[in-house]
């Protein structure tokens, strides 16, 4: 299906640095042209326009948002299609991650955790669902494979990511059969960065706990974005795990 992807246009958020730049340089090898959300990386989003567009000129384009502006999220929508023409891909790949023990929960915590992670993606595919009806396109939504077994101190984030794996089946039913709605679910891919408690106890044990005993990359899960899109036309409705075996032994 690699033909049938050239040119097609995807807005993924927070897509500037870490897995979010992975799949963006997985996508644009492809040949689509790529709208990239950014809130607060501003110079990692032009660094990555700037070396995907030398490779192919003008096909990568910037946007900021704050995606707890629900207001805002059509813009994001209606700016790729009047940049590029159209818009055939939505990736909900903007999360916000962090602890959230019981006894330490506010309505900040929550409507941040819940407003990047399940919120944002909602009103997001809402905006797009007319745009991706009329293109028959499809959406992809990055989870975590702890929405099965939640990660014990952070209750919002699992809860948020728990709704993300219910809205991706909702949003197959409700916007089949032109959308297809599917998600990917890391799992030890890349560490958090700048977070004491991922020391190097825990990544070991993290190790010793994964069935393939590493670690994944980046671009494992850029390859499974790329399949949900390019080469998984009767798939729809899926969780798909990318997290070397770990899910099944916790």
Not at 138 to 155: A, S
Not at 171 to 192: I, K, M, S
Not at 224 to 240: C, E, N, Q, S, W
Request: charged residues 20%.
């Amino acid at each position: 299906m690699e033909s049938n992807i050239t040119n097609k246009v995807v807005l993924i958020t927070g897509g500037a640095k870490r897995v979010g730049a992975a799949i963006c340089r997985k996508l644009h090898a492809t040949g689509m042209n790529l709208m990239i959300h950014y809130k607060s990386s501003l110079n990692e989003a032009r660094s990555l326009q700037a070396e995907l567009n030398l490779q192919r000129p003008n096909s990568v384009a910037i946007i900021h948002g704050d995606l707890l502006n629900i207001a805002s999220l059509p813009n994001l929508i209606s700016a790729t299609i009047e940049h590029f023409g159209h818009l055939d891909v939505l990736i909900n790949n903007a999360s916000t991650y962090y602890a959230s023990e019981i006894g330490d929960i506010d309505e900040n915590k929550w409507q941040d955790l819940m407003g990047s992670n399940l919120k944002a993606p909602l009103f997001l595919s809402q905006a797009a669902a007319a745009e991706l009806r009329k293109n028959n396109g499809c959406i992809v939504n990055i989870t975590d494979m702890h929405v099965e077994r939640p990660k014990k101190g952070y209750v919002v984030y699992s809860v948020a990511k728990a709704g993300l794996v219910t809205l991706t089946k909702s949003l197959a039913y409700e916007l089949g059969p032109e959308v297809r709605v599917n998600a990917v679910a890391p799992g030890p891919v890349q560490w958090p960065e700048n977070n004491p408690q991922f020391d190097e106890v825990y990544r070991q044990r993290v190790i010793n706990q994964t069935l393939l005993k590493r670690v994944g990359e980046a671009e494992d899960v850029a390859k499974a974005v790329k399949f949900l899109i390019a080469d998984a036309p009767f798939i729809t409705g899926h969780i798909l795990a990318v997290d070397g075996g770990r899910s099944l032994n916790l």
